[in-house]
């Protein structure tokens, strides 16, 4: 990539889909990587180098390595850009193993272009937001590194599941302003609030109680019938 055309490795095996996306993309103006393996997106990946795709788009059911094992796998190299995953409909346990493996997101096909090409151009613009914002995300006694994907509170390592990272993160990027419920699940599940909607309360309340654990004041706080806020006071 140059610098400023964002790249994109888009890995899927069915032929028409692939060329679908590569011709879409590449229209858009994106620089695209197509393959159509995970061991072909793999041998040319390279961990040490520093010009990484800015997005992956990974097909969850492929011939040989499947995407949640390629999803791993780039990971464990030190890819650190969004990954997008692919699934068809009856795939749910793959998507939950998938954003498991370290996916931000997931489409599920068939899928409108207009849907794809939205949730691409947003996980660009989160990532860039981050970039501009540095590494480190800070609250009180809370430092959130975007990078490493650590967070401490008082010097200490919290122990956070993928979501609880993310439901944080979103919350300390938004500081002080408050996210409702819907914008919540937009950005940390990429999609609109529908069957999850009691688990954002589930996902808060387990990342208190981690934040809370050695007597650590409430940062996340509750709005009323609106969402979430993180603040100290
Ligand atoms: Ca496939």
Redesign the pocket.
């Known amino acids: 990539m140059d610098g400023t055309t964002p790249s994109l490795l888009i890995v ?3 032929r028409s ?1 692939r060329e679908m996306l590569s011709a879409v993309l590449a229209h858009e103006g994106y620089e695209v990587d197509v393959h159509d393996s995970a061991e072909s997106a793999l041998r040319q990946f390279d961990p040490d180098q520093p010009d990484q795709p800015d997005l992956a788009i990974l ?5 040989g390595l499947g ?1 949640v094992e390629l999803c791993e796998r780039l990971r464990r190299d030190g890819y650190r850009s969004p990954i997008l995953i ?1 699934t ?1 409909r009856h795939e749910v346990a793959d998507r939950v193993r998938g954003l498991d493996a370290g996916a931000d997101d997931y489409l599920v096909k068939p899928f409108a272009l207009d849907e794809l090409l939205a949730r691409v151009r947003a996980m660009l613009r989160r990532r860039v937001r981050s970039g501009i914002a540095g590494t480190n995300l800070l609250l009180g006694d809370v430092e959130l590194d975007v990078d490493t994907r650590e967070v401490r509170r008082g010097g200490e390592l919290l122990d956070l599941t993928k979501l609880e990272f993310d439901l944080l993160r979103v919350l300390l990027e938004a500081s002080p302003i408050v996210m409702t419920r819907a914008s919540l699940h937009e950005q940390v599940w990429g999609f609109e609030e529908d069957h999850m909607s009691n688990s954002l309360e589930v996902f808060v309340s387990q990342l208190r109680k981690k934040m809370e654990a050695d007597g650590g004041q409430r940062l996340i706080h509750t709005v009323r019938g609106v969402g979430y806020v993180a603040r100290t006071t």
């Open positions: 899927e095996d069915d889909v097909d969850l059911g492929l011939p995407g692919l068809a």
